[in-house]
């Protein structure tokens, strides 16, 4: 075989090699972009649901604060005005979308507590048929739910990230209180909660941009 003959056998070789890397790659990528698109729609769909959720809590919440100054008699207005010490902040810290999802979801953790202590106090001042603790219990309930997906959700999109544990420790509850103290306190847990989920359900809708979307970028072959 003369030196031409192995040049062209070489030169289709090398034309079918291409062709072949060209396809493989364009499979590859092909799959990259239904792999993504399948855990854009799945983070989409986590997200929203986590945000449905919220919705209704927070719905649920303006109703708590309704019934819990109908039940307090005289003065009910002026108790959520008062402020109070140790109890968690409402607003959402963090720079990264991580930090801001274990942030809403360490926050939730922190209400239980206190809505329990809230319930407790309540139970001594209301009758046990009082919508108000039935109320209480539901809000409490929701707050853990919540915090479960978000806990399901930092995990599905940072599955390499552990939750952090909370900083300050065990969450800080009042010392023992008067009656009065006692109104005051529930009022601006719930009032505080309230506000609280309102800055989540805001921040859920601009996490959804952030972190369900196609973030793959793709590089054209070049031979």
Same mark, same amino acid.
């Given at each position: 075989?003369?030196?031409?003959?192995?040049?062209?056998?070489?030169?289709?070789?090398?034309?079918?090699?291409?062709?072949?890397?060209?396809?493989?790659?364009?499979?590859?990528?092909?799959?990259?972009?239904?792999?993504?698109?399948?855990?854009?729609?799945?983070?989409?769909?986590?997200?929203?649901?986590? +945000?449905?959720?919220?919705?209704?809590?927070?719905?649920?919440?303006?109703?708590?604060?309704?019934?819990?100054?109908?039940?307090?008699?005289?003065?009910?207005?002026?108790?959520?005005?008062?402020?109070?010490?140790?109890?968690?902040?409402?607003?959402?810290?963090? +720079?990264?979308?991580?930090?801001?999802?274990?942030?809403?979801?360490?926050?939730?953790?922190?209400?239980?507590?206190?809505?329990?202590?809230?319930?407790?106090?309540?139970?001594?001042?209301?009758?046990?048929?009082?919508?108000?603790?039935?109320? +209480?219990?539901?809000?409490?309930?929701?707050?853990?739910?919540?915090?479960?997906?978000?806990?399901?959700?930092?995990?599905?999109?940072?599955?390499?990230?552990?939750?952090?544990?909370?900083?300050?420790?065990?969450?800080?509850?009042?010392?023992?209180?008067?009656?009065?103290?006692?109104?005051?306190?529930?009022?601006?847990? +719930?009032?505080?909660?309230?506000?609280?989920?309102?800055?989540?359900?805001?921040?859920?809708?601009?996490?959804?941009?952030?972190?369900?979307?196609?973030?793959?970028?793709?590089?054209?072959?070049?031979?």
């Amino acid at each position: 075989m003369n030196g031409h003959v192995k040049s062209m056998y070489f030169q289709q070789f090398m034309e079918l090699a291409t062709t072949l890397l060209s396809v493989l790659l364009l499979m590859a990528v092909d799959s990259t972009r239904t792999v993504a698109a399948s855990r854009n729609q799945q983070c989409g769909n986590s997200l929203q649901q986590t +945000l449905k959720l919220t919705r209704l809590a927070q719905k649920e919440s303006v109703d708590l604060i309704k019934t819990y100054k109908a039940s307090q008699g005289q003065m009910s207005e002026l108790f959520c005005k008062v402020s109070v010490n140790n109890v968690p902040d409402p607003n959402i810290s963090g +720079l990264e979308p991580s930090e801001r999802i274990v942030s809403i979801y360490t926050h939730l953790q922190a209400f239980i507590p206190h809505f329990k202590r809230v319930y407790e106090q309540q139970t001594d001042l209301q009758l046990p048929m009082s919508p108000l603790l039935a109320e +209480l219990i539901v809000v409490s309930a929701r707050s853990r739910n919540l915090a479960a997906l978000m806990n399901s959700f930092y995990q599905s999109l940072f599955p390499n990230l552990p939750v952090p544990e909370p900083a300050g420790g065990a969450t800080a509850l009042p010392p023992p209180q008067n009656v009065f103290q006692q109104k005051v306190y529930g009022c601006v847990v +719930l009032k505080t909660y309230k506000e609280f989920l309102s800055n989540v359900s805001r921040e859920l809708r601009n996490l959804k941009s952030k972190v369900c979307r196609r973030r793959i970028q793709i590089n054209t072959p070049f031979f």
